[in-house]
């Protein structure tokens, strides 16, 4: 067995078999350079490092499970003249995830909510922090399936772990037990633990209103609201229809 085969067999033992994607290519490097073996050996190593980096950045993307590829740079903050455009990138820094803090985001239907929270989602994958992102009826639909097949625990526990959770049109519908009372709980493991981004339609002074009790209402928005960054976003809906032009009458 030559060399490189028993090269190939060694690092696909040590799970490093990523190196042979660029092996030869650092080889040729190494003696057009006359690199040292220490130099070689790093060049390599870097390979590695930079090859689980990636694959771990995919990995973070697929489960956060974002709706598209909504990112900052797509976003058209031209149309939005009012937004703070230095307020959001400095929030994309995700300083906020370091000091457990939560991002509330209110405004009209079709303003550009979801695509903020979600661009601020990415730069935290990119970070290294893991995401999830979910509408609030799928989010409470999810936990009370979990009653069902005996999951609850689990699917609740997730929930509370992960470093961000983006969950959006909070307020939609309204909150009946015992959905209220797993939102309600939910805020309560994550509060100064972990943070959260919640959109709504609804101005921050109606957040209660989706709640029957009010005292559960209370406890919930408090914790959401403490230290929270809110942010509201104005303007017309980008998703209004394009304009109806009436063809044009042939000339008589």
């Known amino acids: 067995m030559d060399l490189t085969a028993q090269l190939t067999q060694q ?20 003696i057009e350079q006359k690199l040292s073996h220490t130099e070689f050996l790093l060049q390599v190593a870097q390979d590695e490092v930079e090859r689980r980096e990636v694959k771990k950045l995919s990995t973070r993307m697929r489960r956060a499970s974002f709706a598209g590829e909504k990112t900052l740079e797509g976003f058209n903050f031209d149309a939005k003249p009012t937004l703070n455009r230095q307020w959001i990138l400095e929030l994309s820094t995700c300083v906020f995830i370091e000091e457990k803090a939560n991002v509330l985001v209110v405004g009209p239907s079709g303003v550009g909510k979801s695509h903020i929270a979600q661009a601020i989602g ?31 625990d689990r699917r609740f526990a997730n ?94």
């Open 11 to 30: 690092l696909k033992r040590l799970r490093l078999s990523g190196i042979l994607d660029t092996l030869e290519v650092r080889i040729q490097q190494a």
């Open 122 to 152: 990415h730069k935290a994958c990119r970070r290294g922090y893991d995401v999830l992102y979910m509408g609030m009826s799928k989010l409470l639909k999810h936990l009370n399936a979990g009653r069902a097949d005996g999951t609850y």
């Open 159 to 252: 929930l509370c772990r992960v470093d961000l959770l983006i969950v959006d049109d909070y307020g939609l519908k309204a909150l009946h037990p015992p959905v209220d009372e797993d939102f309600h709980e939910l805020v309560a493991e994550r509060y100064e633990r972990v943070s959260t981004i919640i959109t709504s339609n609804l101005d921050f002074g109606e957040w209660g209103q989706p709640f029957s009790n009010p005292l559960l209402a209370s406890a919930t928005i408090d914790r959401l609201r403490h230290n929270a960054h809110c942010l509201v976003i104005e303007g017309e809906s980008y998703r209004s229809p394009r304009s109806t032009h009436t063809p044009p009458r042939k000339a008589k």
